[in-house]
């Protein structure tokens, strides 16, 4: 799942995002991230809670660089925990996607894009 996530983020935002790339541009390409998500949930039976990419606590910005992490809960059909998809966004870097166990916690303060634009 992490693999074809990733493949999908690659696919809709470049191989590498803009080295200079700020808080705004990094939010303008997590909502982008949301096209991907429909083929892997029909392909692997899963479903984003919340919707992929999920939620976050916002842009940071580290040294010269400017990080977002996000992450949703996945579950499969019946309902069941799969686990936590983490998805990274970091100027100049590739996009990256892993999965934590099933039982990792989303931060409860963390908060959806739409809130953040």
């Not at 799942?1 to 999908?8: E, F, I, N, P, R």
């Not at 039982?103 to 908060?111: L, N, Q, S």
């Amino acid at each position: 799942m992490s693999a074809a996530l990733t493949a999908q983020a690659r696919r809709l935002l470049g191989s590498s995002l803009a080295a200079g790339s700020g808080p705004g541009e990094l939010l303008e390409l997590a909502d982008r991230l949301r096209e991907g998500a429909a083929p892997v949930e029909r392909g692997y039976r899963l479903r984003f809670d919340p919707a992929y990419p999920g939620v976050t606590a916002g842009p940071q910005i580290i040294g010269e660089t400017c990080r977002l992490v996000l992450a949703c809960n996945v579950r499969d059909r019946d309902g069941a925990p799969v686990g936590v998809v983490f998805s990274v966004l970091i100027a100049g870097r590739p996009p990256q996607v892993s999965v934590a166990s099933a039982g990792t916690d989303v931060p409860r303060d963390w908060r959806p894009l739409s809130e953040l634009h």
